[in-house]
T-cell receptor, first 113, second 108 residues
C-alpha cells in the first residue's frame, strides 16, 4: 500500500511564525504536490515537484515556499504565517508520467492565531 | 471559468436510494476522468476512473462520461450510510484538476 504521511494532524501557530509542514511518501513516486482545502473553494494547488530539487508554482503560491531535497520528502514552508493561511493542507504524490491517481496524506489542519 | 465544475451540495438521500453525482468540464482535450472520495478528516482516495467516453462499473458504483456534452456522472446504487463522504470529480491535462466536491449524506 502506498503511504503518504504528514508530520502533524493538527497545528496551531501564531501570526508571523515560520511554519514547516512535512510530507513523506514511501513508494518512490516522482511527483509530489501540496494543496490547501477550504470550504467552498475545494482543493487548490500551492506547489508541486516533478523531481528532487525541482519545484513548480501552482495556482496559489503566494506566501509559501517548498523544499524537495530527497525524493521521498516534500516540505511546505510558510515564511511568515498569517490568519488567512488557516486551512487544511494536503500532500499528495503520483508515480509520474500521465498518472491519473494521486495518493493523498491525511492532511494537516493548521490554525494561525 | 473553472475547468471542472461541481455542485457542492450537500446532497441528502435515504439509505437504499440511487445517488447521482454530476460534473461538467470545459476542456475538450481531457481524456481521463476520475472520481475521488473523501471521508471526514481524511485525504481523498481514488474511487474510479474512466478513459474517454462511456461507462465503467465497479460494484455499486458506475462512472459515466459523455464527451459530447462534457458531462461526468457517478451513480451509486443501494446507497449505504458508509457512502456518506465528499465526492470530487477530476480530470487531467498536464496535471490533475479537481472539482470542488459534493458533500453526500446517506440517511439511515
Amino acid at each position: 500500500d502506498v503511504k503518504v504521511t504528514q508530520s502533524s494532524r493538527y497545528l496551531v501557530k501564531r501570526t508571523g511564525e515560520k511554519v514547516f509542514l512535512e510530507c513523506v511518501q514511501d513508494m518512490d513516486h516522482e511527483n509530489m504536490f501540496w494543496y490547501r482545502q477550504d470550504p467552498g473553494l475545494g482543493l487548490r494547488l500551492i506547489y508541486f515537484s516533478y523531481d528532487v530539487k525541482m519545484k513548480e508554482k501552482g495556482d496559489i503560491p503566494e506566501g509559501y515556499s517548498v523544499s524537495r531535497e530527497k525524493k521521498e520528502r516534500f516540505s511546505l514552508i510558510l515564511e511568515s504565517a498569517s490568519t488567512n493561511q488557516t486551512s487544511m493542507y494536503l500532500c499528495a504524490s503520483t508515480e509520474g508520467g500521465d498518472s491519473y491517481e494521486q495518493y493523498f496524506g491525511p492532511g494537516t489542519r493548521l490554525t494561525v492565531t | 471559468q473553472k475547468e471542472v465544475e461541481q455542485d457542492p451540495g450537500p446532497l441528502s438521500v435515504p439509505e437504499g436510494a440511487i445517488v447521482s453525482l454530476n460534473c461538467t468540464y470545459s476542456n475538450s482535450a481531457f481524456q481521463y476522468f476520475m472520481w475521488y472520495r473523501q471521508y471526514s478528516r481524511k485525504g481523498p482516495e481514488l474511487l474510479m476512473y474512466t478513459y474517454s467516453s462511456g461507462n465503467k462499473e465497479d460494484g455499486r458504483f458506475t462512472a459515466q462520461v459523455d464527451k459530447s456534452s462534457k458531462y461526468i456522472s457517478l451513480f451509486i446504487r443501494d446507497s449505504q450510510p458508509s457512502d456518506s463522504a465528499t465526492y470530487l470529480c477530476a480530470s487531467r491535462d498536464d496535471k490533475i484538476i479537481f472539482g470542488k466536491g459534493t458533500r453526500l449524506h446517506i440517511l439511515p
